[in-house]
C-alpha cells in the first residue's frame, strides 16, 4: 500500500477521523475536485467493507430496518456506516432528510457513523455522490455500510451498482407486494425481507414471495450466478428475527466470494467510470460547446427534438466547432 502523508485529509480519513470523512462526503455532493484528489492516496483501501442496500416501497420500515440492523451488526463489535438517501425537491433542491430521525439512538455510538443525502434528482432514486460516499466510508476503516434509498419503482434499481447485497423490504397491507413483483424486484433481490411480520398478512405475503421467486428460479439464478434469494420475515419495531437477515446477508457473502466477487466489483467499477465520463463530457459539451443555443433556435423553427439531438451529435464528432 502506498505510504499516505498522517497530516493530509487522506491520513485522517485513513485514521478513522469523523471529521475528515464528512468533510470528504460533502466534497462527493458537490461534486468537487478535491473529493477525487484526496480519495487517490488511499484508493488501495477501497474494497474492504461490506456493502448492503436496502430498499423497498414507502411505508414498508427501511429505516426502522437499517436502525435495527445497525444495533445487531454492532453487538458483534462491526463499526457501520450508514448512508440514508432521501427524494430532492423537485422546487427547492433540498429534501426532509427524516430518516435520521429514526436512527437517533444510533446517533450518539462511537461505533456508527450516519449521513443523509438528497437523492438530487438522480436516476433511480440514487445519487452518483452515494458511491463516492460508500468508498469514504470504506476508506474510514467502517466494517459495515448500510445505504437506504428512496424506494422502489419500476425502473428504480441504481441501488445495484453500489452494493454488495441488494435487501428488498415490503410489508403487508402496503398493497405495494404484487406491484414490486411486477416490477422485476426478485431479479433485483439478493435478500427478501418481510418487515412488521408480527401484523395480519404477512403470511401471505410471504407465501406469495416463495412462489413468485420460484416461478422465477432460472432467472433469478442465472442472473445471480446461482443464488436464490431468501425470505427472512421479521419484525423491525420489535427486533425480531434480526439475526436471520444478518445470518442470510453472511449467507449471501460466501456465495459472492465463492462465485466472483472481484469480478463483479470491477464490472461496476467499469460501469462508474463510464457514468462519469458521460456526466464530465455531456456537461463541457452543453455549457462550452453553445449547443443549448443551437438546440433552442432548432425547435423554434419546429425541428423535432430527436432529429436536433442527432445533428448535435454528429456536429461534436466531426469535430466542428459549433
Not at 430518516?99 to 450516519?114: A, K, L, Q, T, Y
Request: charge should be neutral; glycine fraction near 12%; include cysteine.
Amino acid at each position: 500500500m502506498p505510504v499516505v502523508d498522517p497530516s493530509s485529509l487522506s491520513g485522517r480519513l485513513v485514521a478513522g477521523d469523523r471529521g475528515a470523512l464528512a468533510r470528504l462526503i460533502s466534497w462527493a455532493e458537490n461534486g468537487d475536485p478535491r473529493f477525487a484528489a484526496e480519495l487517490a492516496p488511499a484508493w488501495s483501501r477501497v474494497g474492504r467493507a461490506w456493502r448492503s442496500g436496502v430498499t423497498g416501497p414507502p411505508g414498508a420500515g427501511k429505516s426502522t430496518l437499517v436502525n435495527a440492523l445497525a444495533g445487531r451488526l454492532r453487538a458483534t463489535d462491526k463499526r457501520v456506516g450508514i448512508l440514508a438517501v432521501d427524494p430532492t425537491s423537485p422546487f427547492t433542491g433540498g429534501a426532509l432528510l427524516g430518516d435520521r430521525i429514526r436512527m437517533e439512538e444510533r446517533s450518539s455510538d462511537p461505533g456508527v457513523f450516519i449521513r443523509s443525502m438528497a437523492s438530487r434528482g438522480s436516476h433511480g432514486g440514487l445519487a452518483r455522490a452515494a458511491i463516492d460516499a460508500c468508498d469514504a466510508m470504506d476508506v474510514a476503516g467502517i466494517d459495515e455500510i448500510l445505504l437506504e434509498t428512496v424506494g422502489v419503482g419500476q425502473a428504480e434499481f441504481d441501488v445495484m451498482s453500489a452494493v454488495d447485497t441488494v435487501i428488498v423490504t415490503l410489508c403487508p397491507g402496503a398493497g405495494d407486494g404484487v406491484q414490486a413483483m411486477k416490477a422485476g424486484i426478485l431479479e433485483v433481490a439478493d435478500v427478501l425481507v418481510v418487515n412488521k411480520c408480527d401484523i395480519a398478512g404477512a403470511d401471505r405475503l410471504a407465501t406469495d414471495l416463495e412462489d413468485a421467486v420460484a416461478a422465477r428460479l432460472s432467472i433469478a439464478r442465472a442472473a445471480k450466478q446461482g443464488w436464490q434469494p431468501p425470505i427472512v420475515s421479521l419484525s423491525a419495531a420489535l427486533g425480531n428475527n434480526i439475526e436471520g437477515l444478518v445470518e442470510a446477508i453472511g449467507r449471501h457473502r460466501a456465495h459472492l466470494e465463492r462465485s466472483g466477487l472481484d469480478q463483479l466489483r470491477r464490472a461496476r467499477r467499469v460501469e462508474q467510470v463510464r457514468r462519469v465520463m458521460l456526466e464530465h463530457l455531456g456537461e463541457r459539451l452543453w455549457g462550452a460547446g453553445g449547443l443549448r443555443e443551437l438546440a433552442e433556435r432548432a425547435l423554434a423553427a419546429g425541428d423535432p427534438p430527436y432529429d436536433v439531438a442527432e445533428r448535435l451529435a454528429a456536429r461534436v464528432l466531426r469535430g466542428a466547432n459549433p
